[in-house]
């Protein structure tokens, strides 16, 4: 009898060790991915919501035309757009080399005092490529037109 009551003992320990060793696994995992998570916002979305200055995200539209300024060093000044609305970016670095006005682009960054600053500016990488997020934006606001083939 004694024998069974101990292998019972010791079964409900390796259950309740296991799911201990789940629950933290879990939350190291969530803990880690805090900040590998960044959600995506059309400048449509960005404006009806702003989103607060310490939470980190992506924006994606159009360089807005005539806007792109390249200031002092390496900081440029743009607009990006999704025919809704218009967000001004402020970036720090080198863009990429398909980067220009009327072209997608997706920023991540902060919005900041009503300016985005982004960490880092991906721009679509052939005529044909445009993030899909960026389509469905600009498809919302009526202003995406279908490559040409």
Do not use: C, W
């Amino acid at each position: 009898m004694a024998l069974k009551s101990l292998k019972k003992q010791r079964r409900i320990q390796v259950v309740a060790v296991a799911a201990v060793a789940l629950v933290v696994s879990t939350a190291l995992i969530g803990y880690a991915m805090k900040d590998g998570i960044n959600f995506f916002r059309s400048p449509s979305q960005v404006m009806e919501t702003p989103p607060g200055p310490t939470e980190t995200f992506r924006i994606g539209g159009l360089v807005e035309e005539g806007t792109l300024v390249r200031g002092d060093g390496e900081q440029v000044r743009f607009s990006v757009t999704d025919g809704g609305a218009t967000v001004p970016v402020v970036y720090t670095g080198v863009l990429p080399d398909l980067f220009e006005e009327n072209q997608g682009m997706v920023g991540t960054g902060r919005y900041i005092d009503g300016v985005f600053e982004a960490s880092e500016i991906l721009a679509k990488h052939d005529e044909t490529y445009m993030p899909k997020e960026v389509v469905d934006a600009l498809k919302e606001q009526g202003v995406y037109q279908e490559p040409e083939s």
